[in-house]
């Protein structure tokens, strides 16, 4: 299938040999060209003054007020007869900032009290609860969302043909032992498994496994990647699990000479994901990071999304989560072409038409959008301004429009892809982090829930030959 994939996508032989030529003329050497395995992306390594040169611009260092940094151009060119052939050409304009989704519920030196969530000894749910039965709404666990999805008496026939993944971006990784706490904790028998899952390093990525400095337990770091191997072994073991931890990691202070791709990390994954085998990969990825679509250069985003396409023809279900702030943070919802006018914010890559996005949920009977007053946190949603709406969303968004207020219609692109496509729990979820439990919210949680379940769907599939 792969190979089949890269002949479908691959460019013409004129395309590779006008953009060889081009490179050529401008002394560069086409044998240190790198290629994507269907030749649809080039990676070349050269000085600053030799990309301003070949791309007619000039790099600066532009800073956010968080304190990180990052080399781009406002703009760039190409001849005029490269138009047709090159889509896009990275670090250039691109100036998004994928971020982890987890949001912590209480500060972590208040966490102490959530102490008192773990059992003392485990206890499984008995035959005929129900998630009313099992789930505490304030504390939700494995149990829980293998009583409330249906899964708690399925038994894994797949394991050696079928895997799960998540992804680690920005320094994130995924501590073992603090997976092992809580699997000891709350899934006894896949606690083993914590010390067992595979960890792909890709581009230099953190694969950290000492406990928390200070100065990392004020960023948070690693609640995300906690989160994301908690949930899924909690839920899917023991179908075998990857951690794709890839690399940099910001905030740095860039020379003027050093330009990076930190905030670029799909495109790299990607790259590395499409040199695998088909076997090698996985069959659903779990990915918790986001940022809106309007700061992706749409060319960028145009290429990335059609990655994501790939996977998919090979076999892999792509998950993202919807993001945690509905349709934007208030006084943050403010177009950025220059007319400044008032807008819902589209995230990306939700708004790819080629990757399921996942929203967030809370309580059972009834199961509401999830929200959480002490932290800002809204499950996120709505409308690409890039992406039209795929067909198989016409049934479901044309009657949801209507019901719409007619008044925010110019705050959204109606015909746009719509996100997210499903939700799951998403809210409350007990974590270990740093050896001490804490309570999490976020699609972020919500994300690798759903990878795990649909983990368990193809372990069924394959073990009843349907795939």
Known sequence: MKDEVNELIKPADETIQLVHEWLEDNDVEVGSLSYTPAKDWIQLTLPISEVERLLDTEYSIYGHEDGEYVVRTPQWSLPVHLHEHIETIQPTTSFFRPRPQAKAMKKVEEVAQYQGLAP????????????????????????????????????????????????????????????KLFLEHYRPE??????????????????????ENATELAAGKDLEGNLDSETILGIAYPTPMIAYTTGGSPPFIPDIQTPTDTNEPYLIWLQYMLAQ???????????????????VPYSYALRVCQGFAQLGARGVSVLFGSGDNGVGVDGTCVSNDGSNSTTFLAMFPST??????????????????ATDARNGYVSGGGFSRYFPRPSYQDSALKPYLKSLPKNISSLY???????????????????????TIVSLDGTSAATPTASAILALVNDALIAADWV
């Open 352 to 369: 790819c038409p080629y990757v399921t996005s996942v929203g967030g949920t809370k309580f059972i009977n009834p199961e509401v959008v």
């Open 413 to 435: 692109n109606a015909t746009g892809r719509g996100f997210p496509d499903i939700a799951a729990q998403g809210y409350h979820y007990v974590t270990v982090w740093n050896g």
């Open 120 to 179: 003392a000894a485990y206890t499984p749910p008995t035959v005929g609860q129900t998630a009313a039965d099992v789930c505490n709404v304030s504390a939700v666990t494995p149990d829980c969302l293998r009583t409330l999805y249906g899964t708690i008496n399925y038994k894994v026939q797949s394991a050696s043909k079928n895997k799960v993944a998540l992804t680690d971006y920005l320094g994130e990784s995924n501590n073992r032992s603090d997976t």
């Open 190 to 211: 896949a606690a083993s498994a914590a010390y067992t899952f595979d960890v792909q390093i890709i581009n230099g990525g953190n694969n950290e496994q000492t406990q």
């Open 277 to 295: 085998s088909d076997s090698a990969l996985p069959s659903v990825v779990s990915n918790s990071y986001q940022d809106t679509e309007q700061t």
